[in-house]
């Protein structure tokens, strides 16, 4: 395991063995192996396999999203007019207070992991709620961005009829172009956003029962490699979709 | 939880396949080993779904105007031979069945490390096969397994979507077991089993799950934007509304030509054992197999341009992605040179395994030579688009891919079962195999290379006898595949018991009884030498074990 894959979730500068001894208390390794499932050695070797498969899934989802941003990049350059046009239209301002919520979102994801390393039951109930609350107020404001862009037309496919005159250079098939990037791109970073809902919500059920202590928060830790992938995501998303349009 | 599997004195002993009776004890087993049979049955009924695709589209060339369907059904039948066997046989067929069975055996693991998951990619293989054979009943799907648009999006008047959902559903679970694969070997090895003592089925296999975990995202995405299009009637790739029909064949090839590798780099880790077992040799060059896996996935991603030589791409593009097309032979022939300096001076016997290795050798090294015909932009500008193209895939998937498969099916059938099946129909069947494959596919070498077509319904009557020798080979070859099916199913009955290690072969797999505990050892193993230690391994007729000096 090279340890760089788990150094960002902990405290900072502990290495990983010390922080794991530091929280053992007499009895704890009895506690920690009723969490061990039955194809693993050790505690050890099931945290170190947990993480390591997040990683290797959050390479997919990197793959996943990296098709969509190729695809984007090649319209972008085809059509550089009908894009940034088109980038005009989104709404900065909800954009950019989404963004400054995420970020919000993943320093309290952040807090939480090390309230559950370092065994504070309440901070992690209560980072993660707060995490939640940052999530779904996200994609209310993307819900309410969607219901203009449906107000204004400028649904692909389904309602597509801008009622402004185009600008030269700017053809309609071209700016439904970019606006089936738009929705799809952060209609599918906003469904990993309800999946992320979903885990936070079995996390606090979990940490409500006290099934996390300080010798075993790796599902806590696991999710927050999550949380925080969906978050970077959309810290590409933004500038792609609303600042590269050319208005300062 | 498991308890510990205890041997009752005069009672058969507890394996994983009596540990439970019951359906349910199937459907919800978390074993890898139970997972694997349930794998084997589903790919082996979608093998014979598109096998009989096969089969009526052979029926019908064999006269010029088609003997048999209307063109629009012949085009629904090579669609359905195409996507069946590409994406629900041959990319789950070696990892989702031997290597769900052996990788935890083999690093000495009592399970994956995420056996929940490996079951829930079963599943999802089922919901996609659901997906694609509800396409085929309801009317069919006409695109070609390749889905190219803008006919795929906006002109294909038959279930694409449906078709395209179940390719989409079945990549997760390829996913999800490349995942598992990569963390098992990097986080579960027993002690002592540092990476060059592995087996190079392991290293063959994690080669492949980086290609999985990689590349399937990318079709994955690529084909529900095809679905939006055709759904939404939106421009993304249909050229009439400013989208790039190019830029599909990018994004599909970008997965679909390692997809490729998906196929036969586990076939190669198949062949490395056989080759190994029944040379009674320690594999040549060892490191250099295990490497070239790792070349093969890498370059494998560079080179998904050749597919795209004749169909507007710009003319440098083609020459880099035609030289390093070239690039991705040498480490296959790397491979198909060490496994024959593992023969020279081995004491080789012709087992039925051995037979499909040698096929594998043998048809592998001709698909891979006509690949360089279609790697030069000369020559592919000539033959792309023609059954050259068909015969030199069929000779990678079907002469490398299913024969290695068969041949690990053969190889690991008594560890599977506990029974041997009959050498004798065995070896009858893979001569069998052999001989129908070339028949079938040999002559489309020169049909292609005449001028004929993929792809058409219909052929100028001077190609006919090739036709008919193409048909009468297919014949053969499916005859070939229905015989293992008739002695597998009878060796699980009445097979002889075959012990813990019939072939006398090396690797923490053959150490555990047949078939193994549901745990697979009594204790984690340790291991003290390399891989292939033959020149150890006691003689023929010697008592199966194995000698752990080093």
Known sequence: MPKWLRLPLLPEGMPVAEATAVTHGPGSSQHAAQHIAHQFVDADQQHEAGTLGMWVFLVTEIMFFGGLFAAYAIYRGLYLPAFEYGSRLLDIRLGTTNTAVLIASSLTMALAVHSAQTGKRKALIAFLLLTMVFGATFLGIKAYEYVHKWDDFLVPGLRFAPTETLPAGVTLPNLQLFFCFYFFMTALHGLHMIIGLGIMTVLVILSRRGRFSADYYAPIEISGLYWHFVDIVWIFLFPLLYLIGGRY | ?550
């Open chain 2, 1 to 550: 939880m498991s308890t510990a599997v205890a041997e009752v004195p005069g009672a058969r002993p507890v394996n994983y396949l009596n540990a439970k009776y019951g359906i349910r004890s199937w459907l919800l087993t978390t074993d890898h080993k139970r997972i694997a049979l349930l794998y084997l049955v589903s790919i082996t009924f979608m093998f014979f779904i598109g096998g009989a695709a096969a089969t009526l589209m052979r029926m019908h060339l064999i006269t010029p105007g088609g003997a048999l369907v209307q063109p629009e059904t012949y085009n629904k039948l090579f669609s359905i031979h195409g996507i069946v066997m590409v994406f629900f046989f041959m990319i789950p067929s070696i990892p989702a069945v031997l290597g769900n069975f052996l990788v935890p055996m083999m690093v000495g693991a009592k399970d994956l490390a995420f056996p929940r998951i490996n079951l829930l990619s079963w599943y999802i293989y089922v919901v996609g096969a659901l997906f694609t054979l509800y396409a085929i009943l309801a009317g069919g799907v006409d695109t070609g397994w390749t889905f190219y648009t803008p006919y795929s999006s906006t002109y294909a008047n038959s279930h694409v979507i449906a078709a395209a959902l179940g390719v989409f559903i079945s990549g997760f679970s390829s996913i999800l077991t490349g995942l598992n694969f990569i963390v098992t070997i990097h986080k579960m090895r027993a002690p002592g089993l540092t990476w060059f003592r592995m087996p190079l089925f392991l290293w063959a296999i994690y080669a492949t799950s980086i290609i999985m975990v990689l590349g399937t995202p990318v079709v994955a995405i690529t084909i529900v934007l095809v679905a939006l299009e055709r759904l939404l009637h939106v421009g993304i790739f249909d050229p009439k509304l400013g989208g790039d029909p190019l830029l599909f064949q990018h994004l599909f090839w970008f997965y679909s030509h390692p997809a490729v590798y998906i196929m036969v780099l586990p076939g190669m880790g198949v062949v490395s054992e056989l080759i190994a077992c029944f040379s009674r040799k320690r594999i040549f060059g060892y490191s250099f197999v295990a490497f070239s896996s790792l070349a093969i996935a890498v370059i494998s991603f560079l080179v998904w341009g050749h597919h795209m030589f004749v169909t507007g791409q710009s003319i440098y593009a083609g020459l880099i992605f035609s030289l390093l097309s070239f690039l991705v032979a040498i480490p296959s022939a790397i491979k198909v040179f060490n496994w024959t300096a593992t023969l020279y001076k081995g004491s080789i016997s012709y087992q039925a395994p051995m037979l499909y290795g040698l096929g594998f050798i043998g048809l592998f090294t001709m698909g891979g030579l006509t690949g360089l015909f279609l790697a030069s932009l000369a020559t592919d500008v000539h033959l792309n688009g023609t059954y050259f193209i068909v015969a030199h895939f069929h000779y990678i998937m079907v002469g490398g891919t299913v024969m290695a498969y068969m041949g690990g099916l053969h190889f690991w059938w008594p560890k599977i079962t506990g029974r041997m099946y009959s050498d004798a129909w065995a070896r009858f069947a893979a001569l069998l195999i052999f001989v129908g494959f070339n028949l079938t596919f040999f002559p489309q070498f020169m049909l292609g290379y005449l001028g004929m077509p993929r792809r058409y319904a219909t052929y100028p009557a001077e190609f006919q006898v090739l036709n008919v020798m193409s048909s009468a080979g297919a014949s053969i070859l499916g005859i070939g595949y229905l015989i293992p099916l008739v002695y597998f199913i009878y060796s699980m009955r009445y097979g002889p018991i075959a012990g813990p290690n019939p072939w006398r072969a090396t690797g923490l797999e053959w150490q555990t009884p047949s078939p193994p505990p549901t745990e697979n050892f009594e204790e984690t193993p340790v291991v003290t030498e390399e891989a292939y230690a033959y020149a150890q391994m006691a003689p023929p007729a010697a008592v199966a074990g194995r000698n752990a000096g080093g």
